[in-house]
């Protein structure tokens, strides 16, 4: 079985053609690609932005409460990241529970425009991708020696000091895991773009999904997989470098 480059199943073996692969040259996919790193990178950040503090207070709290907050954390993504979304539909749209809420303590006048945009987009990503920075660091900091906090502390470290020269460069190991947990799956998700964005947010993820599944473009939809593919492969060695280099730098 094989597929033409129209889409319709044949017969016969499958013959490799370069015009799929060729298209991938237009602009049209190197925009898709670059929204679609834009995405990933806004995501990426915010997640380390919410994610550290967060990761940090868990570390850094009584030992007793540590369970109990972890449970809460966890509890939501139990459920299937599709639902969640959906849930989300109902936090965004113009009636829903932000915009009315907003509206009802007199802070606009009009419902904001939430869902279908870009910033739904990035809400829903983050939202489905945060626990994935804030398990790593986490795991991280609740191994740190109390006792080099209370030498800086001896030593005059004030709080900007101890984070900065302390509690960052020992975490910066888990904050790169965070990242590559997040910004690559980041890159492959096209539901949330599709329930929560419109057309001008699309990614290349949605270019596969509708050449496979709308289209019956197999050809196409390999060609555009090879692509993002290459594209995140790219990505993790130029941030396998970077982080090599630097830790290198750090140790010696």
Known sequence: ???SLNGNI?????????LHYR???QPLYARLLWQSFEFSFVTTLTCVLLGYPVALALATMPKRWKPICLMLLLIPFWSSSLVRIYALLTLLKAKGLINGALLYLGIIKMPLPLLYTKVAVIIGQVYTLLPFMILPIYVLLDEYDSSWIEAAKDLGASSTQLFWRIFWPYSLPAVGSGVMCVFLPAMTLFYIPSLLGDRSSLMLGNVIQEQIMNQD???????????????????????????HKKRGGRLG
């Open 1 to 3: 079985m094989s597929v």
């Open 10 to 18: 044949k017969e016969g073996l499958f013959h490799w053609h370069g």
């Open 23 to 25: 298209e991938l040259f």
């Open 217 to 243: 473009n197999w050809p196409g939809g390999a060609a555009t997989s090879l692509l993002l593919t290459a594209a995140l492969l790219v990505f993790t060695l130029v941030y396998r470098a970077l982080f």
